[in-house]
C-alpha cells in the first residue's frame, strides 16, 4: 500500500523479533518461505524501507491496530477515518507516551 501510495521512505515496525529475524536470514527451507521472499522482492524496490523492532508499549496504535484485525475477515483493510480510540492512541504515539509493560512471575 505505501509503495502504491508513492512512499519512498518507508519505516516498518514490528514487535516480533522472530519476524524481523526470517526476513532478515531466513532460508528457503522454512515453511512460510513463500511469503518472506514475497516480503524480500517488496523491500528490493527502488525505495528506502527501513525494518525496526519496536516494543509493543512503544506503538500502541499499532498493538490497537493488530488486535482489531483479530476480529476483521481475511484480507486488506483500509481505514480511511480513524475511530476516536484510535486517534486518541495515535495522539499517544506521536507524543511518544508508551504504556507499563507488566510481567508476571
Do not use: C
Not at 519512498?8 to 532478515?24: F, G, H, N, P, Y
Not at 518472506?36 to 525494518?51: A, N, T
Not at 481505514?79 to 508476571?104: C, E, K
Amino acid at each position: 500500500m505505501a509503495w502504491d501510495e508513492g512512499a519512498r521512505e518507508v519505516e516498518v515496525q514490528t514487535d516480533s523479533r522472530a519476524a524481523l529475524e526470517l526476513i532478515r536470514e531466513s532460508t528457503g527451507t522454512h515453511p512460510h518461505h513463500i511469503l518472506i521472499s514475497q516480503i524480500r522482492q517488496l523491500l528490493s524496490r527502488d525505495w528506502q524501507v527501513e525494518l525496526k523492532h519496536v516494543f509493543r508499549e512503544g506503538n500502541v496504535a499499532a498493538d490497537f491496530l493488530a488486535s482489531l484485525g483479530h476480529s476483521l475477515s481475511v484480507g486488506e483493510h483500509t481505514i480511511t477515518v480513524p475511530s476516536p480510540t484510535l486517534n486518541h492512541l495515535l495522539l499517544y504515539d506521536v507524543m511518544g507516551i508508551q504504556t507499563p509493560r507488566f510481567v508476571s512471575n
